[in-house]
Antibody, heavy 121, light 110 residues
Framework: QVQLVESGGGLVKPGGSLRLSCAAS????????MSWIRQAPGKGLQWVSY????????YYADSVKGRFTISRDNAKNSLYVQMNSLRAEDTAVYFC??????????????WGQGTMVTVSS | QSVLTQPPSVSAAPGQKVTISCSGS????????VSWYQHLPGTAPKLLIY???KRPSGIPDRFSGSKSGTSATLGISGLQTGDEADYYC???????????FGGGTKLTVL
């Protein structure tokens, strides 16, 4: 079945780094644009980053620009985000999500269960 | 601070209808499609509405979406206790070149 499974979360000190992965299955991964979306404890959803199916176009939220790097390996059906210079405010559950395959649409029809990232000393 | 504005909470009785508003600007809702999500804590968010008013397969027609200008609305009719959840609107912001979500609305079915 169509599925996204995140991994790589954990506890990291401020200023540290972490790499999250998202394994996709059940669909042609390279056909879909993908995003990372996070939810801090007690807060709402926050869009983090987006990458096109080919990886040629990438966008970031201002709050992570210059610190996070999104990438994908279509041969491995995997999405990644490298998170550097982590701050306490990056503490959140991180979801990977598949964007609906419709031009002009920014809706997400498949989500993973999320992986928790805690930034604390 | 969310780019899109939603009421923090709404409530209604079982069987009734409730609407949740989402207010934005010309750079986001005004010129882009709106989507809506249902989110229960500890689970993956579920897409309810995309393209302003389209339902993915499997989403009952009790859920409806509309858009007018720079605002959008999610309607839920025939409320059930299982509808208690957080609801989020989402879109793209062309000025920011970034995705955007509302702050979320907690629905209580009394």
């Amino acid at each position: 079945q169509v599925q996204l499974v995140e991994s790589g979360g954990g506890l990291v000190k401020p200023g540290g780094s972490l790499r999250l992965s998202c394994a996709a299955s059940g669909f042609t991964f390279s056909d879909y644009h993908m995003s990372w979306i996070r939810q801090a404890p007690g807060k709402g959803l926050q869009w983090v980053s987006y990458i096109t199916g080919s990886g040629s176009t990438i966008y970031y939220a201002d709050s992570v620009k210059g610190r996070f790097t999104i990438s994908r390996d279509n041969a491995k059906n995997s999405l990644y985000v490298q998170m550097n210079s982590l701050r306490a405010e990056d503490t959140a559950v991180y979801f990977c999500a598949r964007r609906v395959d419709i031009v002009g649409e920014n809706a997400f029809d498949i989500w993973g269960q999320g992986t928790m990232v805690t930034v604390s000393s | 601070q969310s780019v899109l504005t939603q009421p923090p909470s709404v409530s209604a009785a079982p069987g009734q209808k409730v609407t949740i508003s989402c207010s934005g600007s010309s750079s986001n809702i005004g010129n882009n499609y709106v989507s809506w999500y249902q989110h229960l804590p500890g689970t993956a968010p579920k897409l309810l509405i995309y393209g302003n008013n389209k339902r993915p397969s499997g989403i009952p027609d009790r859920f409806s979406g509309s858009k007018s200008g720079t605002s959008a609305t999610l309607g839920i009719s025939g409320l059930q206790t299982g509808d208690e959840a957080d609801y989020y609107c989402g879109t793209w912001d062309s000025s920011l070149s970034a995705g955007a979500f509302g702050g979320g609305t907690k629905l209580t079915v009394l």
